[in-house]
């Protein structure tokens, strides 16, 4: 759930992550409280522009946009939670120390911790070193090895405020292109109109077009994604700005089998992972996972 502001107009937005929430029955009913309150607060409203090419496997599914961009539900559930959070430390490693987990960062600083729960993508867990090695059985380490990744690009484009782009729909999947799988008039699909704010167009890279070009610098592959859009939107006007993201771990094709929603590696202290890759890759899915988390953790502690 990523939301990148234009450098020239903060207001200017493009959710280069998820697009939009989708609410199966299932779902609508087990996380009504989610859903109620997400809606109550204008952090969620129903998706009415027009979205071209959509796959319905259910009517009477729901979909949802964010018209502050999809990062306002994690800031929101943030602020809730009361929670000191601290951006860019790449944590390496992980050490049993006298009853807590010693988290150690990239760069060499570390904390100590009561309970750490993990919930970067999968082989991000398997890569960290020190004592949580020890703490994987062969079992967990072989489901979690099990979990895929889809790796795809996702580019922005920020234009000056009065730029017209004129499209019938707000957003539409391309099924006959190599590069391009899915195209947004960022603030037409979230309904929110300001004349004193540019558009945002956002492009996602199909996943075979991000699997092919994975291991390239983001700088080579925007030239390829910009030529593709060309063809498909040639009326489109210059941006005055842009963005290009790898996702290098993109949506959960294959999770773990079975699984709770969770994987304890360790009690007292606890280290627990969690996420989608655990469940399944929408909101729904994280939601499913963090009250699994939590119900293990109360029933323990």
Same mark, same amino acid.
């Given at each position: ?5 234009? /450098?020239?107009? /903060? ?8 697009? &939009?929430?989708? #609410?199966?029955?299932? &779902? ?21 522009? #027009? ?23 994690? =800031? ?6 009361? *929670? ?28 100590? !911790? ?6 970067? /993508?999968?082989?991000?867990? %398997? ?21 895929? &990744? $889809?790796?795809? &690009? ?15 729909? *707000? #957003? ?5 292109? +190599?590069?391009?799988? !899915? ?15 540019? +558009? #945002? ?22 030239? %390829?994604?910009? =030529?593709?859009?060309?063809? %498909? ?5 210059? /941006? ?5 993201? =790898? ?7 294959? *999770?773990?089998?079975?699984? +709770? ?21 929408? !909101? ?15 029933? $323990?502690?």
């Amino acid at each position: 759930m990523s939301t990148t502001r234009s /450098p020239r107009d /903060p207001k200017c937005t493009a959710d280069l992550g998820a697009e &939009y929430v989708t #609410a199966t029955p299932h &779902y609508a009913k087990k996380h009504k409280s989610f859903y109620d309150e997400l809606l109550a607060l204008g952090i969620l409203k129903p998706l009415t522009a #027009a979205v071209d090419g959509m796959i319905v496997s259910d009517p009477r599914s729901q979909n949802f946009v964010t018209p502050l961009g999809m990062s306002s539900i994690v =800031k929101h559930y943030l602020q809730e939670s009361g *929670a000191e959070v601290t951006y860019n430390c790449l944590v390496t490693h992980m050490y049993l120390r006298n009853g807590k987990w010693e988290v150690q960062r990239k760069s060499g600083s570390s904390e100590m !911790f009561d309970i750490v729960v993990l919930t970067m /993508p999968v082989p991000q867990i %398997l890569q960290l070193q020190g004592d949580i090695t020890k703490c994987i059985t062969d079992s967990q380490r072989q489901q979690m090895e099990s979990v895929i &990744y $889809s790796s795809r &690009y996702a580019l922005g484009l920020f234009y000056e405020a009065g730029t017209q782009i004129d499209v019938p729909w *707000a #957003a539409k999947y391309i099924s006959d292109n +190599p590069c391009i799988r !899915f195209i947004s008039i960022d603030d037409k699909k979230r309904s929110v109109d300001s004349p004193t704010c540019g +558009p #945002a167009v956002v492009v996602h890279t199909s996943v075979s077009f991000g699997k092919e070009h994975l291991e390239e610098e983001k700088e080579e592959v925007q030239p %390829l994604i910009l =030529k593709h859009l060309e063809n %498909l939107m040639p009326d489109l006007p210059k /941006p005055v700005s842009s963005k290009c993201q =790898k996702w290098r771990y993109s949506q959960v094709i294959n *999770a773990v089998v079975d699984g +709770p929603g969770q994987m304890t590696l360790h009690s007292k202290p606890w280290l627990i992972c969690g996420g989608d890759g655990f469940t399944h890759s929408n !909101f729904d899915g994280c939601v499913e996972s963090a009250l699994n988390i939590l119900h293990t953790l109360k029933m $323990s502690i």
